[in-house]
């Protein structure tokens, strides 16, 4: 159905590890914009070349593709396009539009790229109230420089922190990666700092090598560093963390956003999967 609507996934394009469940559940993260990003991280997947022209249609085949899955919460996020005047802000805001006028009663999740920090672009998105924002710093402030070339751990930061001053309702999320060498006063500093700009969500994932090309993995995180990072989040003030190997930004988006409204819970099995349990 994706092939045929000529529409992109991230759960593909960065090869993520929980495609086969999440296909499963027919969920997804639609990727709009293309699939070639303008920038060259050392960690990401998604193919790096020069990028295509805009299609004005993606925003309708998004939503249309959305109704068709029945889908009652819809995420959307993008490559990074430097190369256009308004960095794709306005591909955003069509797409939430779009899938509002398809699906009235749909919860809209974006995980926007950081505009080059322009608050004006970011205000475009905003101006659509979307029910979740998210942007990711990715990694701890001593390996930006390393793994994020053109990225900016500041400037990430003022992106979810413009966010929130922009629309108190939206909930602002990011989300990270272990394993590239990070140290635990990193992680302590950058969730302290995520708690600052009053981050609503974290996700916190096991960074997994894409190819031999990419960044190596320097070190598996333990299970028990995950729950202690967890812990901290919420001693810090962070409404809801999610963190595990195979968590990604995404990762039940849907039943997050829910846990937060509803007041219920995200339970861990034996084998590590989450389930939800709604508040009665």
């Known amino acids: 159905m994706l092939r045929k609507a000529g529409l992109s996934t991230v759960c593909e394009e960065a090869r993520c590890p929980n495609i086969s469940q999440c296909f499963e559940r027919r969920t997804a993260t ?10 060259s991280c050392r960690f990401c997947g998604v193919g790096k070349r020069k990028p295509g022209d805009i299609d004005p249609q993606e925003p309708y085949r998004v939503a249309d593709a959305a109704r068709i899955m029945g889908l009652d919460h819809v995420v959307v996020t993008s490559v990074t396009r430097d190369d256009l ?4 802000a306005g591909a955003f805001a069509r797409t939430i539009r779009a899938v509002r006028g398809e699906l009235p009663g749909c919860t809209v999740e974006v995980l ?16 659509e109230s979307p029910d979740v924002l998210g942007h990711n710093v990715e990694t701890t402030w001593p390996l930006h420089h390393v793994l994020r070339p053109g990225s900016d751990l500041e400037r990430s930061l003022s ?19 272990v394993g590239l060498g990070e140290d635990d006063d990193g992680i302590t500093d950058l969730l302290t700092r995520l708690a600052e700009v009053s981050c609503d969500v974290v996700t916190i994932g096991q960074y997994l090598r894409p190819s031999t090309s990419h960044a190596p993995v320097l070190r598996y995180a333990m299970p028990e560093e ?6 901290l989040a919420k001693s810090l003030g962070i409404r809801y963390c999610l963190a595990g190997p195979l968590v990604r ?29 709604p508040s009665r």
């Open 226 to 231: 995950f729950a202690r990072w967890e812990r």
């Open 85 to 88: 005047p308004d960095r794709g």
């Open 249 to 277: 930004s995404s990762y039940m988006a849907r039943e997050v956003l829910d846990t937060i409204r509803s007041g219920g819970t995200l339970r861990t099995t034996a084998t590590g999967e989450r389930t939800w349990n």
């Open 30 to 39: 639609f990727l709009i914009l293309g699939d070639v990003c303008t920038r």
């Open 159 to 177: 992106v979810l922190k413009a966010a929130r001053s922009m629309e108190p309702r939206t909930l602002i999320k990011s989300g990270f990666m």
């Open 112 to 127: 926007v790229p950081d505009f080059d920090g322009r608050t004006d672009l970011l205000a475009v998105v905003m101006e």
